[in-house]
């Protein structure tokens, strides 16, 4: 079992960036990949970005490619979502998410744990 809290978020402006992050509770963070997902008002949850246990390995939506870095860093049990570039359609309710599946999945049932969510808006 793994609490996730997160922070960072808010309001900026297009072509501004921001900075998420997730803290992970417990020993065993390096035993879960990570993942990014986010849910736009009237859409479903859709996944942004995942990140391998050891983070050697990364993933990301087409959407963020080339503008958002998925990071971790185990010894202090934290995930990070480096958003640069950002665009108005970018703005959503933000959840990081740790999975304990052996392999990358990008559908939110393979994912077990969920950070409380933090809201990213972005204006023209």
């Known amino acids: 079992q793994v609490q996730l809290v997160q922070s960072g978020g808010g309001l900026v402006q297009a072509g501004g960036s921001l900075r998420l992050s997730c803290e992970a509770s417990?020993?065993?963070?390096?035993?879960?990949?990570m993942g990014w997902f986010r849910q736009a008002p009237g859409k479903e949850r859709e996944f942004v970005a995942a990140i391998s246990r050891m983070g050697g390995g990364t993933y990301y939506a087409d959407s963020v490619k080339g503008r958002f870095i998925i990071s971790r860093d185990n010894a202090k049990n934290t995930l990070n979502l480096q958003m640069n570039s950002l665009k108005p359609e970018d703005t959503a309710v933000y959840y990081c998410a740790a999975s304990g599946s052996s392999t990358f999945s990008r559908e939110s049932l393979y994912y077990d744990y969920w950070g409380q969510g933090t809201q990213v808006t972005v204006s023209s």
């Open positions: 417990g020993r065993t963070f390096s035993n879960y990949r």
